[in-house]
Each structure stands twice: as C-alpha cells, then as structure tokens.
C-alpha cells in the first residue's frame, strides 16, 4: 500500500536532478543490454589492435552491404560506404535525404589503445633467455603490465616487401609473452622505488625464449633458436623487425564480472567500449534525414598525430570529396555539421575516493557520460562543448530513453586528459564529448557496465536517426 506523498516529496520530485542505475526503470534493459554485449565481446576478443578493429570492422561492413568510397561518385540516400585509411582507420557512413550543405551527424570513436610497441632493434640475448625491447604507447602505468600474459600482434614486411601478418598468443594453444618482475623475497630495494618508477620504461623487457640452439659454434644461441622458429612460421629475419609493427597486448579475452555479470572485464575498453556501439548505431541506420559519418579513428593515445590520427586531414577530405561529388558546399556542410566525440572518461572507484570530486564524477552503471569539457588546469586544451549544443544532445537522448550522465574525469587539477574533439571542432564543427564511464582504466584489464555500452548505443543511434 503505497502513502501518498508530501508536499515536499511532490516539490523534490519536481525541482531535484538525480540520476539512477540506467536499468532500474526497466529489467528487460538489463536484458537488452546483455544481449548487445555479446556482439561486444567478440568485438574485443577480434580486435586487440588498431588493426585487427579495422579489418574486423571492414568485414561487418561488408556483411552490412557498405561498399568502398569511390571519390568523385554522386551517392543517392541511402547508399552506404566506408573508406579503410592504411588498414588502421575507417570511415562509414549512410547518405541522408537531406542535401549535405545542411550538416552531417558524426559519431567518432578511437580504436587504438595502451599497449607496448616492440622497438625497431628488439630482439636481444642476456644470461640464456631472448627478450624483445618494448617502448610503451600511450599513457601507461608501467608496473600493471609485468607478470600477466602478453600476445604480439601486427605486421612485418620481408626484405623484398613481402607483408607478414603476425599474430601469437590468442589461439587455445599458442604460447604467450611475459615481461618479469622481482620477488617479494628480494623486493626490498625495487620497494624503495616511487610507484612511477616501480618499473622503468627499459625494464619493459618480454621473455620470448629460454632455449639454446643446439650448435655450441655460434653465440646467442637462445636468440638465435628464437629466430629460427619465428623464420619457419613467417619467414621472415632478424632484419624485418626494422620493417615491422609489432605491438605486445594482453592475452586475455573479454569475460562478464561480478555474481550479476553487469560488468565486462577487458582489455581495451578505451575506446572499443564506444566504437562498438557507434558502428552497430551506424549499420542500423537506414535512409537517415542526414548523412550519417562513423568514424573508428587511430592514434587518440599519442595525440591524435599521423596520417591515421584525427588530427590528419583523412575525415575532412572524405567529407570534401562526398560534397564535390554531389555538388554541395563543403564548408557549409562542416558549418551545420555536428559531432559526437566518443571517448572513455573515468568512473567514481570507491576505493580511490580521494581523485573524484563526488558530485561531477560519472558512474559505472548510471548511463553513457557526456562531458562538457575534458583538459586539465583550468580546461587547459578542452573542446568546452557550448551549452546550446549540451542541450540539444540532451533532448535527443531524453526521446530516445537513452540514459545518459554527466561529469568531469576527476577532481579539478588532480590530472585530466584530452580527446579528439578538438580536431573535429577546428573544422568548424560543433562537438559534444559523450563516452562510456571506465574502472582501471589504461590497465591491462579495464571494466565497464554493460548497461553504459549499451546505452552508449541507443545515444548514437538516436542522433542517427534525429532529423533536427
Ligand atoms: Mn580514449
Ligand atoms: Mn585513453
């Protein structure tokens, strides 16, 4: 039996902002969000890096009946492409009804993520063991990353410029990689360490053989029986790892957490977790009143630099060219164009009460975060998302029942980070950052709420599908 309320119940109810478990209206969102994980997980479990999310992406893409850009080609609405930039970044997009000097709705997200990059001279031999020399990428916290099980992937290209495509360490069998640590037993002078420094960028060592070609003639035997069985499974020399991209990820694949299974235990999250949902957003779109652009972009974790980077010029002149083609201006297109930068941002642990400002921090579980600004001391290098902007993302996702939050990536000057939103909105484009709230996040084994992708998804889509 239910008391009626106060007149102060019905006046807070009316005048006070709060923001519940995304799932609580409704347990069949719990379900829903479930089921869009499993898609989710393979997602991460096909994509450990920049490249395997776009070649994995590229073969969805397909199946979705995109078919590749062709620069100076009129497209009617509805037609669906996508542009693969190096292998490392893609670009998909549905053609609107409406002509594209009225704007395009871009949902960006990055793919690339922390790991550690093998050096151009790695491969070395010291007291009976071959190692690989790494050199980090991206923001680390170098101590997570010994003593857990590593797989390498990439390419390499053989003198005659053969490409080898490399992989170890993710199929039920294959061996995996491992950098070492000290023993408590004789920890007590790496103990004195800061926690910075507990283990150093050259200490990034990964274990890659222990035994002994079997000719006492030559030295390094252990490197070079490493080498041996590295050429008879890809043919390819000491030499080719000059011409290489090789980069050590966890080992591990994506798994629910907790005794409800409302996490997903990754690594990765940063910025698969609003990859995924932007391109499942982007496949369901059909006949949308505006273009719709999806872009999975790379480099976000070293700034956004290179030619795969959002800071190149790659989704602009996508942009220029598909209103060369149907005769539209394109800086007006850019000018009444809006933007969804999609980026992790870091949910409130309990644990670390002391970094969040409890009031303006984002939860795990409570809905995709939109942050207003990013940056650091003072808003130092943020997009700063005008309000008029703020609120139109907010109606949209409102109508869509897609439940969002918002709040700043820890207390003010405790530290801070940036996105790509910045790049988008030097084009003259208004930008919104939104993303999926992360526990640990940059570890090996990030967590994130089920019910934040997916309601990270029904955001996207619902500016998809938006004709304002
Ligand atoms: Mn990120
Ligand atoms: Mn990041």
């Not at 395009?104 to 990059?117: C, E, G, K, S, Y």
């Not at 004195?192 to 030559?218: H, M, Q, T, W």
């Amino acid at each position: 039996m239910s008391k009626e309320k106060t007149e102060g119940q019905k006046l807070a109810e009316e005048l006070l902002y709060t923001r519940p478990h995304a799932g609580e209206a409704d347990a069949a969102l719990n379900r829903a969000a479930d089921d869009f994980c499993v898609g989710y997980k393979a997602f991460l479990d096909n994509g450990k890096t920049e490249r395997d999310v776009t070649s994995y992406t590229v073969k969805l893409l397909e199946q979705a009946g995109y078919v590749p850009f062709v620069p100076g080609t009129a497209y009617a609405a509805g037609a669906k492409v996508y542009l693969n930039n190096r292998g490392k970044s893609v670009i998909a997009a549905t053609i609107g009804k409406k002509p594209l000097a009225e704007g395009v709705h871009m949902n960006i997200a990055h793919t690339d993520a922390p790991r550690l990059d093998v050096k151009p001279n790695p491969l070395y031999e010291s007291s009976e063991l071959a190692l690989l020399k790494t050199h980090y990428y991206g923001g680390v916290r170098k101590y997570q990353w010994v003593a857990t099980p590593l797989a390498l992937h990439g390419v390499m290209y053989k003198a005659d410029g053969t490409q080898v495509n490399v992989c170890i360490g993710e199929e039920e069998g294959d061996p995996v990689f491992c950098i070492t640590d000290l023993l408590p037993h004789l920890g007590a002078e790496q103990n004195e360490r800061k926690l910075s420094e507990g283990i150093k960028g050259e200490e990034l060592n990964i274990v890659v053989g222990s035994l002994p070609y079997a000719d006492k003639e030559v030295k390094d035997r252990v490197k070079l029986l490493a080498l041996k069985l590295l050429n008879e499974k890809y043919g390819v020399t000491e030499r080719d790892f000059i011409t290489a991209e090789l980069e050590a990820v966890p080992a591990f694949k994506a798994r629910d957490v907790g005794f409800d299974r409302a996490l997903i235990g990754a690594y990765g999250h940063d910025d698969r977790v609003d990859a995924y949902p932007a391109l499942v957003a982007e496949m369901e779109t059909k006949l949308p009143a505006y273009t719709t652009v999806c872009v999975l972009t790379d480099k976000e974790e070293i700034g956004s630099e290179g030619v795969t980077g959002l800071n190149s010029m790659y989704v602009f002149h996508f942009l220029q060219q598909l209103c060369a083609a149907a005769g539209q201006d394109a800086i007006l297109c850019f000018q009444h164009s809006k933007c969804l930068s999609a980026d992790v941002t870091a949910a409130f642990d309990p644990t670390f009460p002391s970094a969040f400002e409890a009031q303006n921090s984002t939860y795990v579980g409570k809905g995709v975060a939109i942050s207003k600004y990013t940056g650091s001391r003072g808003k130092g290098g943020a997009n700063d998302a005008p309000a008029e902007l703020v609120s139109y993302f907010t109606r949209i996702f409102d109508a869509a029942g897609a439940a969002w939050q918002i709040g700043e990536l820890g207390r003010v000057d405790q530290g801070g980070g940036g996105t790509v939103a910045k790049y988008v909105a030097s084009h003259d484009i208004d930008t919104m950052d939104v993303g999926v709230p992360v526990l640990s996040m940059h570890s090996p084994y990030e967590l994130v709420a089920k019910i934040d992708v997916y309601m990270a998804y029904k955001a996207f889509k619902a500016f998809n599908d938006c004709a304002e």
